[in-house]
């Protein structure tokens, strides 16, 4: 794999495009429609203050979560951007009730791909310049190409990913993706508005020092959680651990990624099920972590491996570094067997 820090994304896609076991062209158009949405999200992000973006949309979203105007904002370019580049059949959105077929262009209906994403990741952070962010998952339709998609296309386990990546939008913009190959990162040069081989093969630590939870719901959390915190928080051999909590998945995700640590977000907070979204959050972030040397859980088994039944379904998550995910697991399940 390629570790050139002067080569393009563009250049790494097609270059590496042989690495993908659907290799037609069609994934390397889809990853350049996300790349052309990015920019444009970007250029609004570090705008906002300036052309009256910020603040509130004034509806909410599916999941009753107030939108912001960049929220809106991101949707719309997102699906605009990939329903007009005609590479996919369906997009579902967390901010969408419902999925949504392309149709019209023969093209799109003929595609063999179906996208899923959170268009911008901790816009509560947006109105107080913190880092926010875009997950995007990728997968091939089970359904037969040329037929109207189905929620059966959608609900389908992260383990049959065939891409998925985030962007952060902070003091750089970078664009993280994995094709099932390792991890690669690439950093955008405003100056130029190309992304360039910033991270080549990225790799989570195995152990690491931080945790990352809202501990403000510390008494609403599982007990097994409650235990693991305060295994984390002794003054004992390597401990305690230091506490990083962003608030936006994204940026607490590439920072445990790159310096090693644990991010947790479990049920028995105000979501009984827990917050983040299983299709648009946790599955692209398990199959990131994974290919990164990582560990993915909600608490008691692989991510990657549950079976989804709704488009908008919540978990408890539970991902970074492989020996720490590890470790909570067995509080969990510790707990668990009293």
Not at 221 to 243: H, I, W
């Amino acid at each position: 794999m390629a570790t050139n820090s002067h080569q393009t994304l563009g250049e790494f896609i097609i270059e590496n495009q042989a690495d993908f076991i659907y290799s037609t062209g069609e994934l390397s158009r889809l990853l350049s429609s996300i790349k052309l949405a990015t920019k444009v999200v970007n250029y609004k992000v570090n705008k906002a203050g300036l052309v009256n973006i910020l603040g509130e949309f004034g509806n909410e979203n599916v999941q009753g979560e107030k939108q912001q105007k960049l929220d809106v904002f991101a949707n719309e370019t997102f699906i605009e951007t990939l329903s007009q580049r005609e590479v996919v059949c369906g997009i579902a959105s967390e901010e969408n009730e419902d999925f949504i077929e392309i149709k019209g262009a023969e093209h799109s209906k003929n595609s063999k791909y179906v996208v899923l994403i959170d268009p911008l990741d901790g816009s509560s952070n947006i109105d107080v310049n913190v880092s926010v962010g875009t997950i995007f998952s990728i997968y091939h339709r089970v359904t037969e190409t040329g037929t109207p998609v189905t929620l059966e296309d959608f609900l389908q386990p992260g383990n049959k990913q065939i891409a998925a990546g985030y962007v952060i939008y902070g003091t750089s913009t970078m664009l993280v993706y994995t094709t099932g190959n390792g991890v690669n990162g690439f950093t955008l040069n405003p100056g130029i508005g190309t992304f360039y081989l910033s991270h080549p093969n990225m790799c989570i630590p195995e152990d690491g020092n931080i945790y990352s939870v809202n501990e403000g719901n510390y008494v609403k959390f599982p007990q097994g959680v409650k235990n693991y915190l305060k295994y984390c928080q002794a003054d004992e051999e390597d401990r305690p651990y230091t506490s990083r909590y962003i608030g936006s998945l994204c940026s607490d995700f590439h920072r445990n990624m790159l310096k090693g640590g644990i991010y947790i977000y479990p049920s028995g907070t105000n979501n009984p099920h827990g917050k983040l979204r299983l299709l648009y959050e946790c599955n692209p972030m398990a199959f990131i972590a994974e290919q990164a040397g990582g560990k993915a859980s909600d608490g008691f088994q692989r991510i990657m491996d549950i079976e989804p039944t709704e488009l908008h379904q919540r978990i408890p998550f539970f991902c970074g570094s492989k020996n720490m995910v590890k470790k909570a697991e067995e509080f969990m399940r510790s707990e668990e067997l009293k």
